[in-house]
C-alpha cells in the first residue's frame, strides 16, 4: 500500500527556516517523480517543488532561491528545506507523487503538515 | 502561463440531482488535465486523469470530458459523500508549472 507522511510543520518566525520531511513506504522515491504542494488557510492548492527521478528539480517563482527540494534513498524519504520564510509562506503542505498518463497528475498525496510563518 | 479557470465558485445542488462543473484554460492543455476531490481536513484525491479517464477506485458517477481549452466534470447522481471541493489542474513544460483552477465548491442545497 502506497503511503506518505509528512513531518516538520510548526511555527516559526519571519526569516526563519523549517525543514520538512515526508516519508514513503509501498514504493521507491527515487524511482518516481515527487512533489510538493501547498494549501494557504482556506485557499486553494499551489505547486511547490518538483524532484524527478534522475534528480532535476524545479521551483515555483514564489519560493525559487528559498526552498529546496531533496531526498534521501536510504530512507525513502523526500525533503523541502525552505528557507528566508515570510507570512505568505504560511500553508499546509503536501507531498505527493507525480505519475504520468499522457499529462502529469498527482496521484498519491500525504496528509499534510501545517507551517504557520509568524512573529 | 496557463491560467485554469472553474465555474462556478459554489453549487448548491441536492443528493441524486447531477453535478456539472467547469474548468476553462487560457490555452490549450490538449486533454491534459486532471481533476480532484478534496474534503475539509483532508488530502486532494485523484478522481480523473486525461480529461476522461478515472483514477482507480473512483465510482462511475464521476465523469470527466472536454478537451483543448474547456473541460467538465459531471457527477450523474449526487451522493453525500460527493459534497467538497473540486479542483481542476494541468501541467505546463515551458515553463515547468502545474497549475490548479482555484476550485469549486460543491455544497448541499
Known amino acids: 500500500e502506497v503511503q506518505l507522511v509528512e513531518s516538520g510543520g510548526g511555527l516559526i518566525q519571519p526569516g526563519g527556516s523549517l525543514r520538512l520531511s515526508c516519508a514513503a513506504s509501498g514504493f521507491t522515491v527515487s524511482s518516481n517523480y515527487m512533489s510538493w504542494v501547498r494549501q494557504a488557510p482556506g485557499k486553494g492548492l499551489e505547486w511547490v517543488s518538483v524532484i524527478y527521478s534522475g534528480g532535476s528539480t524545479y521551483y515555483a517563482d514564489s519560493v525559487k532561491g528559498r526552498f529546496t527540494i531533496s531526498r534521501d534513498n536510504s530512507k525513502n524519504t523526500l525533503y523541502l528545506q525552505m528557507n528566508s520564510l515570510r507570512a505568505e509562506d504560511t500553508a499546509v503542505y503536501y507531498c505527493?507523487?507525480?505519475?504520468?498518463?499522457?499529462?502529469?497528475?498527482?496521484?498519491?498525496w500525504g496528509q499534510g503538515t501545517l507551517v504557520t510563518v509568524s512573529s | 502561463e496557463i491560467v485554469l479557470t472553474q465555474s462556478p465558485a459554489t453549487l448548491s445542488l441536492s443528493p441524486g440531482e447531477r453535478a456539472t462543473l467547469s474548468c476553462r484554460a487560457s490555452q490549450s492543455v490538449s486533454s491534459y488535465l486532471a481533476w480532484y476531490q478534496q474534503k475539509p481536513g483532508q488530502a486532494p484525491r485523484l478522481l480523473i486523469y486525461d480529461a476522461s479517464n478515472r483514477a482507480t477506485g473512483i465510482p462511475a458517477r464521476f465523469s470527466g470530458s472536454g478537451s483543448g481549452t474547456d473541460f467538465t466534470l459531471t457527477i450523474s447522481s449526487l451522493e453525500p459523500e460527493d459534497f467538497a471541493v473540486y479542483y481542476c489542474?494541468?501541467?505546463?513544460?515551458?515553463?515547468?508549472?502545474?497549475?490548479f483552477g482555484q476550485g469549486t465548491k460543491l455544497e448541499i442545497k
Open positions: 505527493a507523487r507525480d505519475r504520468m498518463s499522457s499529462g502529469w497528475y498527482f496521484d498519491y
Open positions: 489542474q494541468q501541467r505546463s513544460n515551458w515553463p515547468l508549472l502545474y497549475t
